[in-house]
């Protein structure tokens, strides 16, 4: 069966998302992470999506609903690499990414992702509503 | 959608898996990226056939979508017919609000398509099944 990998890199969890996903395909996922959070007790979850030509409502409730259940298993969860043309579509389409921090690249994600860990409350101005 | 529209290649793609909603996705991107349409536009015409064919789906019980590149005097476009037998919509006012929903999403679907696209109507009754047709012009 298809999956997409999960790397555990220092305190934190790598996933990046390189085909197109059909809907249970990211359902799947977001099931994975969730065991793997418990599993390896990381404090946080960076997913890059550069690879990704689309964002729909359902990927993006997947991306919401995985930083809502890291948030509840103590852990932070940045979005990297989103392609301009998809962040024009997801505003004009209606999406907010509830919860989302978000980061340019995979670098910058990392650098939020630790500021984030060390002090929770103060990951502000950096993207992402709390 | 006047008499001056001509429709010019056309398919038409089942509607019923999660696989499928991917693969339309794909034939969309195909057919406005080979009209010409930019990154964005293509962007966003696709996501807005992602929303429709999962309602079509989750809604309608599945169904099929004709895709079709469509000319009028001085502009191309495409237009998308996504077609199901389903128990059809009661108020289509209603369902067109943001944030209005029966199957526990986010109510983006039907409000965020037409805003992704130049045309969009929606022909449905209860029982009757639901007819949407989205066109998008490729911007000069």
């Known amino acids: 069966m298809e999956q997409i990998p999960i790397l555990k890199v220092g305190r934190c969890l790598l996933v990046s ?17 969730t065991q793997k959070l418990v599993d390896t007790r990381a404090r946080g979850v960076l997913i890059d999506i550069s690879a990704l030509d689309l964002v729909d409502s359902f990927i993006g409730r997947m991306l919401s ?7 509840v298993l ?23 990414l509830t919860g989302i921090h978000t980061a340019l690249d995979v670098d910058k994600g990392l650098a939020l992702i630790n500021r984030l860990i060390d002090d929770p409350d103060g990951g502000s101005g950096a993207g992402g509503a709390q | ?15 019923r898996t999660s696989e499928d909603v991917v693969r339309v996705r794909q034939e969309v991107r195909n057919r406005t990226a080979a009209v010409g349409f930019s990154l964005v536009d293509q962007t966003k015409f696709v996501t807005a056939a992602s929303e429709i064919a999962r309602n079509t789906i989750d809604h309608g019980e599945g169904g099929t979508v004709r895709i079709e ?3 009028a005097p001085g502009k191309k476009g495409v237009r998308l017919v996504f077609e199901d ?3 059809g919509i009661a108020d289509i006012k209603l369902a067109m609000q943001d944030g209005y929903t029966t199957g526990g999403g986010l ?9 992704l696209s130049n045309e969009f109507y929606v022909e449905s009754a209860p029982g009757k099944g639901t007819k949407v047709t989205l066109v998008r012009w490729k911007s000069t």
Request: aromatic share 0%; charged share 20%; hydrophobic share 50%.
């Open chain 1, 74 to 96: 103590d852990a932070q969860t940045v979005v990297v690499g989103m392609r301009p043309q998809v962040a024009i579509t997801l505003v004009e389409l209606g999406l907010t």
């Open chain 1, 17 to 33: 998302i390189q085909i197109d996903m059909h809907d249970k395909l990211a359902m799947a996922l977001q099931d994975d992470l």
């Open chain 1, 65 to 71: 609903n995985i930083a809502a259940m890291a948030r």
């Open chain 2, 69 to 71: 590149v469509v000319a």
């Open chain 2, 1 to 15: 959608m006047g008499a001056a529209v001509q429709a010019e290649r056309s398919s038409t793609l089942e509607v």
């Open chain 2, 85 to 87: 037998q389903g128990p």
């Open chain 2, 107 to 115: 109510g983006m679907g039907m409000p965020g398509s037409k805003r």
